[in-house]
């Protein structure tokens, strides 16, 4: 069956399944966030799928990092997670990028793919991630975790907010407090929601609203945020 292996719910339908298959997503960091996210949206039939990640598989990541298993310790996670999801679903591209990201790489990288999730640890590479969509007006889907929350963040170049409006300088960093696994696993499939919604263009409620989950109060909570008419890095990039 042709498309046995995806969604084919009512409101996505061939049309729709085709869509996804006919788009392209760059997940940035294959660790916590990037393995339920890359795991979604390879089961949902994402046709062409990039996985960005210099790191290697250590023990200490085993208890959110769920594409990588006990025997990849030492192997990078590029190749860790495209052999896995390959094996999910063979009909998919899966495109292991093992480089560190930087400011003078991320537009070569980004510009292939029609939206980029960000799913790393590192404020300084959020910014990278966030500068380089607002340049290239490519959508981004944000999240992190701290904890026992997260939060989502999807940023439309000259619509919406962009990371740096929100956080300015500051945001959770997973490698310094340390995460309940759990947590990864909520919000990279909150991430993964996010991007199949952009990609079908039925993502109406996710302008303009950050997304809080608490995981102690089990609550998910919709904030609006504004654009900043000073931010250094989208301000005059509005939409005519
Ligand atoms: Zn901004």
Not at 35 to 43: D, P, R
Not at 85 to 90: A, Y
Not at 95 to 120: C, K, M, Q, T
Not at 207 to 224: C, G, P, Q, R, V
Request: proline residues 2%; charged residues 20%; glycine residues 10%.
């Amino acid at each position: 069956m042709r498309y046995s292996r995806q969604i084919m719910m009512k409101q996505i339908g061939e049309s729709g399944q085709d869509r996804l298959k006919n788009s392209s997503v760059l997940v940035v960091g294959a660790g916590g966030l990037g393995s339920s996210a890359l795991y979604y949206l390879a089961a949902a039939g994402v046709g062409r799928i990039g996985v960005l990640d210099y790191d290697a598989v250590s023990l200490s990541n085993l208890n959110r990092q769920i594409l990588h298993f006990t025997s990849d310790i030492g192997s990078e996670k590029a190749y860790s997670a495209t052999q896995k999801l390959s094996s999910l679903n063979p009909e998919i591209t899966l495109e292991p990028h093992v480089v560190r990201l930087a400011e003078e790489n991320a537009e070569e990288l980004f510009s292939g793919y029609d939206i980029v999730v960000a799913a790393v640890d590192s404020v300084s590479v959020r910014h990278i991630i966030n500068r380089t969509c607002v340049r290239l007006k490519k959508t981004m889907v944000e999240g992190g975790i701290e904890g026992f929350r997260g939060m989502i963040l999807c940023v439309k170049p000259g619509i919406t907010p962009c990371y740096h409006c929100v956080y300015r300088d500051t945001f959770l960093d997973e490698g310094a407090v340390g995460v309940v696994g759990a947590t990864a696993g909520i919000i990279g499939s909150l991430e993964a929601m996010c991007a199949i919604q952009i990609l079908l263009g039925i993502d109406r409620e996710l302008d303009n609203k950050l997304i809080y989950f608490d995981a102690l109060t089990m609550t998910l909570e919709h904030i609006s945020v504004k654009r900043d008419e000073q931010c250094p890095v989208c301000s005059g990039s509005a939409e005519p």
